[in-house]
């Protein structure tokens, strides 16, 4: 950390030590309530507090006092500010402490293109999911977790393709990404110079980047300071980016979520208002035990598995159009069928996915061979969503 950097944490610690904290009525540098403090090269703040579960009147005029004299500091270009609470139970439950809530039932009819899911009569994705889940999303239609138990399999290029694909499809859709461990919306959308600002009712308003709503763990977090993305903390980071943030009118909202089933997926899918659950994998052997896990986690929390999205799949030679399997073939449709999650198709390698997210400019925006592949996986998504559970999706070929 350069010193300029550190003296500004220094600054940015000494305003809010002055500030008295309303539970002990003591100041707040004496009441350990400042779990951390950092800045990005730009001066982006962010300041994390302990708080109760759920956050006080008290707790919400700290947290709007503190962002107004972070922000005043000098050499801070914006301040943002995310409280904690370290025992929420519901938050730490293990596995088996899950109720046995009912699954999210699908609506009645199909989705089809411009429905706006919020604006229907019955909203049976939300209705029982939100329900279940305490974190209201008043607004939004469906919410899907893309989920993968391994980092690089693509998770994050399937998502951002994904939600512009239904975009383009004329559904109102977002973005949101919590992949603590390496948040990559924000490069593979080209907005990480976009800060993200907070309305008159003091939610921030999603980043609008190719037809779509975003917001990211990486537009708030120090990416120098991964280590603090953790624990409660993330719950916590998590809570706020959906019940913060304002989302509304969203016909559906995607969430990158962070790599593997542990207690932030587990977290994400007791509390966050999920309609269901896409798991993106290779089809190489090693892959496919991670799947097995998180259709279990999924399933044991609830939530109904959407399918199963094969990345990777084969690599089709441009020339000869000759189709060469690097990572095996079909290992996660043989997966899918077992576990009985739909299939929902194969992504091949395609030199135009990776460079389109390293340039921030989706292949699904710039490619329209992409941009049919994935309007296919989102209708066969959206297919689900508007299915009884159990009911697999309709066979679509991708050309
Ligand atoms: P994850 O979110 O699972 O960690 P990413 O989406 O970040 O994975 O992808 C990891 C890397 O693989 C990125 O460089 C991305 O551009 C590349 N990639 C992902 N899917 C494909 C694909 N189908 N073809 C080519 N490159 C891909």
Known sequence: MTSSKS?????????????????????????????????????????????????????????????AVVDAVPGVASAQILMTAHSNAPMNAPMNATPNAPAPRAGERRLQKGDNIAAQDAKPPQGAAQARSGIELPGVGAVVAVASAKG????????????????????????????????????????????????????????????????????????????????????????QMLSDVAWAPLDILFIDTPPGTGDAQLTLAQRAPLSGAIIVSTPQ????????????????????????????AYFEDPASGARTHIFGEGGARRTAEALEAPFLGEIPLETVLREGGDVGAPAATTHPGCAKLFQALAEKILAQLAAPQGKPAPEIAFT
């Not at 948040?183 to 593979?188: F, V």
């Not at 399933?299 to 199963?308: E, N, Q």
């Open 7 to 67: 003296d500004l944490i220094g600054a940015i610690r000494a305003v809010l030590s002055g500030l008295i904290d309303p539970d002990s009525q003591k100041p707040l540098g004496n009441s350990g309530r400042i779990a951390d403090i950092s800045v990005r090269e730009d001066g982006r703040a962010t300041v994390i507090l302990h708080t109760q579960a759920p956050p006080t009147d008290a707790d919400t005029a700290l947290r709007v006092q503190a962002e």
């Open 152 to 239: 690089g399999v693509g998770k994050s290029t399937i998502a951002v393709n994904l939600a512009v694909a239904c975009a383009q499809l004329g559904l109102k859709t977002g973005l949101l990404d919590i992949d603590v461990y390496g948040p990559s919306a924000p490069t593979m959308l080209g907005t990480q110079s976009v800060k993200p600002e907070a309305d008159a009712s003091k939610k921030l308003r999603p980043v609008e980047a190719h037809g779509l709503k975003t917001m990211s763990i990486g537009y708030l977090a120090d990416q120098d300071a991964p280590m603090v993305w953790r624990g409660p903390i993330v719950m916590s980071a998590i809570t």
């Open 285 to 312: 052997e090693v892959a496919l035990a991670d799947v097995r896990r998180g259709v279990a986690m999924f399933r044991k929390t609830a939530v109904p598995v959407l399918g199963v999205i094969e990345n990777m």
